[in-house]
């Protein structure tokens, strides 16, 4: 497969906009979007979460931005691992560029360092019939915001090291990062599914979970690559779609 270009060589960059993945959309749709494209904004007025969800931030505090991907020649099986590579980007970033430690991927797409969430991923996709055109890697990215009012479970790399940070710093490191592990996702596919096991919270641990409502236990085995968390129960691997089940984090586990 021909190798893309490395990301960031054109950059949009705005003052407030309702969703970095929308602009994004909107270039795409409009015929004015190219590979490694990337759209930031100090400020997003209905920033997006996992279905539907919304990602709020301080404006001009954290690193906010849509990376726009040719994936002509991708098959739309791979989507997942797309999810995968990005998520490994940002955890390495925290973990080798920032030295922040205990850094861990909360199935499907959040990052964690400890207990507490640092960045949220929305990968979105642009198709023709059945032909994957573009991804959209949103990336959202707690930097220099150091109050997150009522929210106790929310953190950022300048309250891991208690100092401030250059966030223009942040995205040049980071999108070096998803230039090089793009270069691995079009070579082996495996591996970047492979570190984002690695990196994956609570795997291979006792864990608690909810599905229809009801409290039940087993053991994380691993996600897959079409993106299923594989829970042992009763000695038997079982897989589940994102949002059929719901993880129960900081919970004691007693048999």
Known sequence: MEQKLTFGETMIE???????NNYAMYLINEGMAEHGMVVTSEYQSKGKGQLGNIWTADKGKNLLCSVIVDTKGFELSDRF???CMTCVAVAELLMQDYNIPNVSIKWPNDIYAGNKKIAGIL?????????WIYAILGIGLNVNQTDFGKLKTATSIALELDEEINLKDVM???L????VLFQHFQKDEDAVWEDYNAYLMLKN???YFVKNQEKRKGILLRVNKCGEIEIEMNGKPKQFKHKE??????ESFDF
Do not use: V
Request: aromatic share 0%; glycine share 2%; hydrophobic share 40%.
């Open 14 to 20: 705005l003052h407030e906009i309702d969703s970095t």
């Open 123 to 131: 990968i979105e996709n642009n198709l023709r019939g059945r032909q």
């Open 176 to 179: 070096s990062r998803i230039s």
């Open 81 to 83: 691992l797309l999810n």
């Open 205 to 207: 641990e006792a864990i």
């Open 172 to 174: 040049h490191k980071l």
């Open 245 to 250: 089940i719901e993880l129960l984090l900081n």
